[in-house]
């Protein structure tokens, strides 16, 4: 009878330690958690926002440079319809980088809401006074010049008349 017991509690306490090391072995990845975080709060912002390339956003699915989007962002307070609470989300084409913190800290001096952007699945406040606010610029693509222009200047050679 007293081998049967001690058999037993041996055997639970093997099961009770192996379920210990299944339970901690499925929480390893708490970052997805966090994750599924930012998704869910982003339905609480007011609007929303994605950084684009070369400092460029998406809003509303149309992509404009930091000076339109100050002006999307200017019309809004004309209407009366200024949000309160921005969130800046990486887009499928870029990340959050340093140009855009620096473009939505000017506007939210400018226009005094609140931006938070996703931080590797944390949520972070934008501080205008630590993030240096860059003034809004428009987005320029670099130029593309044809074949027969490649390799000349505007400086170089004089104007001749026989080249015509």
């Known amino acids: 009878m007293i081998r049967l017991s001690t058999l037993l509690s041996r055997s639970a306490a093997a099961v009770l330690l192996g379920s210990l090391l299944v339970l901690a072995g499925c929480h390893r990845g708490a970052t997805k958690d966090e994750a599924v975080q930012t998704a ?10 994605e950084a684009y390339k070369s400092g460029q ?52 001096l400018d226009y005094g809401f609140a931006v938070y952007y996703d931080d590797g699945g944390t949520l972070k406040k934008i501080n205008p006074v630590e993030t240096k606010a860059r003034n809004l610029e428009d987005y320029h693509a670099p130029v593309k010049m044809n074949d027969e222009m490649k390799g000349k200047e505007a400086s170089s050679g004089g104007y001749d008349p026989s080249q015509r």
């Open 40 to 49: 869910q709060m982003q339905g609480k912002f007011d609007a929303t926002v």
């Open 57 to 108: 956003f998406m809003v509303d699915g149309a992509v404009l440079s930091a000076l339109d989007t100050g002006s999307h962002f200017a019309y809004l307070k004309d209407q009366g319809k200024l949000p309160k609470t921005v969130l800046l989300i990486p887009s499928d084409e870029s990340k959050v980088r340093k140009a855009h913190l620096e473009f939505m800290a000017r506007m939210q």
